[in-house]
């Protein structure tokens, strides 16, 4: 079996400032119309093309933060001889790409049509020939409902089956709430792309297939128990959502009807190798009944898991344990066997009142499925459900089955083994900080996010006495189809500040000054990143059109000083959201850290996963750090604040 480097290697395709990029990652693809059923917003600016100059100042200084002297003056000669030797060329092609498309590094949007699988598509996701599961695929969490048992169970599968088409049909109807960053409107178009879509394998490179250009919408979900699947109706003839009554009347059959478990069920293909499934998928599909079956859960708009018992592991918790149903179903003798990696949105309802989802990355970043996770905690708020009520022109309930050989039957086995071991192998930990939530840096008047991730890099140089270049996203949605930036760390003053927490007996008021400054050095480059002024997805930018026309790998990407800050050891997001819906994900390497995080007003919210193979890193001490890192910044603001004012 590979090793979980090498398994883990292409999500770092997520994070494209990294080295896995080739020429045809830079080409086109067919291009076709797309419905556009979702609210159209004023018209958003394209992204700019950063200016090169700035690019290599970023670059510099994040450099020098993680180079020694000797080193950053090797970096320095390289970055000028690129910047007089190749850097004209590179940003020429790409000005003319930005004269061509709406979107430089996420479509090819042109006058009349839209490009399918344009630069970030390809080489984030559907060039990686890696798993789903934890790779590429995050989990995202509802807080707990109070149920036991089956009953309760399928009474909740129902609830949140009928709310996400409430809020389908609310897309449909584009009556969506506008997305904002403060006075700024956000591209929604990842919104309409969430549900019917699936990421088929292909053979080199996946395809996409969004419901939002189906010729008919789907009217059915994919349901799962046991390892065994099925259809079934979630919306009517009219295209009204069903009722509770007959939701629930569906899920009864589906139960009543999977009670032995399918020993070879072909969803946990979703969690092998692109390739291999890819092969298997084809083989399978050969059969004509086998492929009406792929064909029905590929097109439904979402898939809901009736899961069996999953009990948390020796030393975590209920709510560690639901992360891991939501990331990977905790392997193939538990509830694995009831996930389809490739689906966008697939629901999971525990048997205990744990539920949450996991979703395929591709379509969509995580704050409209945030959004999508808040509705649906809003209607059961609200009680706003439609209990009774007929329905006409419902198709029967029925049974996914497929016809496998014994191959077939082999690659499944060792997919089982696969997504075994990599439940087996990482560590996730959900914590809570209740001392104090965003309020607190607010109310110090620092960015809480910026406080957040200097305590991050506070953690993470205490336990490993290094700086760890750190992945956060940003968002790019003020642009038009804007996807993601990177919001690099460390920068050369939270540098300064771990050195000298790390030498101890500092001033209050001089760790308090270096404490500002390494926020706001974080907050100033957010602001820049945001604004479509960042440094990753420029060096994605040359890399590829390099590929593209031929030339040579630029020289500012062969430094040691890139390769090491495309080695991140925190990968870190943010996701925000009103009720307590923790998102988590894997990290993306062995020695890394991932933490998706999520600031409430009075307590802050992280999910911390790590491996377990790799004796350095470990979620439950990472916590214990971050817990002292969060008081030793609350103190020193506190204090440092007392003695400026003696001055």
């Not at 630069?119 to 559907?126: G, I, K, S």
């Not at 179903?329 to 629901?347: A, C, I, L, P, Y």
């Not at 940003?474 to 540098?495: C, Y």
């Not at 945001?530 to 990753?536: E, F, P, Q, T, Y």
């Amino acid at each position: 079996m590979p090793s979980p480097l090498q398994a883990w290697r292409q999500f770092r395709a997520i994070r494209p400032e990294l080295m896995y990029y080739s020429a045809a990652a830079a080409k086109g693809a067919p291009s076709v119309q797309r419905r556009d059923f979702s609210a159209p917003a004023s018209k958003l600016p394209k992204l700019p093309v950063p200016d090169g100059i700035h690019t290599l100042k970023h670059f510099l200084d994040f450099a020098e933060a993680i180079e020694s002297p000797k080193e950053f003056k090797q970096t320095l000669k390289t970055v000028q001889t690129f910047a007089d030797a190749e850097m004209l060329k590179l940003d020429s092609a790409l000005a003319e790409r930005a004269k061509k498309h709406n979107n430089w590094n996420q479509s090819s949007k042109t006058k009349d049509q839209l490009q399918l699988t344009p630069w970030w598509l390809n080489v984030a996701y559907l060039e990686s020939r890696d798993p789903l599961p934890v790779v590429t695929s995050p989990g995202v969490n509802f807080p707990k409902f109070e149920y036991q048992g089956q009953t309760g169970q399928l009474d909740h599968a129902a609830k949140i089956a009928q709310a996400a088409i409430f809020f389908y049909k609310k897309i449909q109807r584009g009556e969506l709430k506008q997305d904002m960053a403060g006075s700024a409107p956000l591209d929604m178009a990842q919104y309409r792309l969430l549900f019917g879509t699936s990421r088929v394998p292909k053979k080199d490179k996946d395809e996409i297939r969004y419901g939002a250009d189906a010729a008919q919408s789907a009217r059915h979900a994919a349901v799962f128990r046991n390892g065994h699947a099925f259809r079934m109706d979630v919306v009517d003839r009219d295209g009204d959502p069903l009722s509770l009554d007959t939701l629930r009347q569906q899920l009864d059959e589906i139960v009543s009807a999977s009670e032995n478990r399918n020993l070879f069920p072909l969803g946990c293909m979703t969690a092998e190798k692109r390739d291999k499934w890819a092969e298997v998928r084809e083989s399978v599909g050969r059969l004509p009944s086998n492929r009406k079956s792929l064909d029905t859960i590929e097109s439904a708009l979402f898939t809901l898991a009736i899961d069996g018992p999953a009990q948390p592991l020796k030393g975590f918790t209920e709510r560690d344990e639901q992360a891991r149903q939501s990331l990977h179903g905790s392997g193939s003798e538990r509830n694995s066997v009831n996930r389809w990696f490739d689906k966008t949105v697939q629901f999971i309802i525990g048997d205990n009142g744990y539920c949450g989802m996991c979703y395929e990355h591709t379509p969509a970043e995580g704050p409209p499925v945030a959004t999508l996770m808040d509705f649906v905690m809003d209607q059961f708020d609200g009680r706003t459900f439609i209990a009774e009520g007929t329905s006409t022109g419902l198709s029967p309930v029925r049974r996914l089955d497929f016809e496998l050989t014994n191959d077939h039957k082999k690659a499944i086995e060792k997919a089982k083994r696969r997504i075994d071991a990599v439940a087996e192998d990482l560590e996730v930990l959900t914590y809570t900080f209740t001392r104090f939530g965003k309020n607190f840096p607010k109310s110090v008047k620092v960015s809480p996010d910026s406080f957040i991730q200097l305590a991050f890099a506070l953690a993470f140089h205490r336990i490993h006495g290094t700086l760890a270049p750190t992945y956060e996203t940003a968002s790019l949605r003020k642009f038009d189809e804007g996807r993601t930036e990177n919001i690099r760390g460390p920068n050369l003053q939270t540098a300064k500040f771990c050195q000298m927490m790390k030498i101890g007996n500092r001033p209050f008021v001089e760790l308090h000054e270096q404490l500002h400054a390494a926020i706001a050095a974080h907050k100033k480059y957010t602001a820049d990143a945001m604004n479509g002024a960042g440094m990753d997805r420029h060096l994605l930018a040359w890399r590829l059109l390099a590929a593209e026309k031929g030339l040579p790998l630029p020289s500012i990407l062969d430094t040691s000083a890139y390769k090491r800050m495309a080695h991140y050891q925190v990968s870190t997001s943010q996701v925000p959201t009103r009720h307590y819906i923790p998102m988590c994900f894997g990290p993306s390497a062995d020695d890394c850290y991932g933490i998706c995080y999520n600031p409430q007003e009075k307590e802050l919210h992280f999910t911390i996963t790590t491996f377990q193979h790799f004796p350095s890193t470990s979620s439950k001490r990472f916590a214990k750090e971050l817990e002292r890192a969060l008081n030793d910044l609350r103190a020193i603001c506190v204090k440092g604040a007392k003695e400026h004012s003696k001055l």
